[in-house]
């Protein structure tokens, strides 16, 4: 799963816009693994990474990690 870390809008999806904190791709949609590296990456027309991985499991064990005192 990735998700959005800058605004953008795909031009390979009839311009659909993803917002800072969106999943990529939206439902439905396949994208190939050169437009996740493109997209991750440097390699795209705004020149910086759009999107990134999130690594399964990461956000949960963060919300179940115990608050410090």
Request: proline fraction near 7%; hydrophobic fraction near 25%; charged fraction near 35%.
């Amino acid at each position: 799963m990735y998700k959005v870390i800058k605004y953008f809008t795909d031009l390979q999806d009839k311009e659909h816009p993803y917002h800072p904190g969106d999943t990529f791709p939206c439902d439905g949609v396949q994208v190939s693994a050169e437009r996740l590296k493109e997209l991750s990456g440097k390699d795209n027309k705004q020149g910086t990474p759009l999107i990134e991985e999130v690594k399964e499991g990461a956000s949960a064990k963060k919300e179940e990690a115990p608050a410090k005192k």
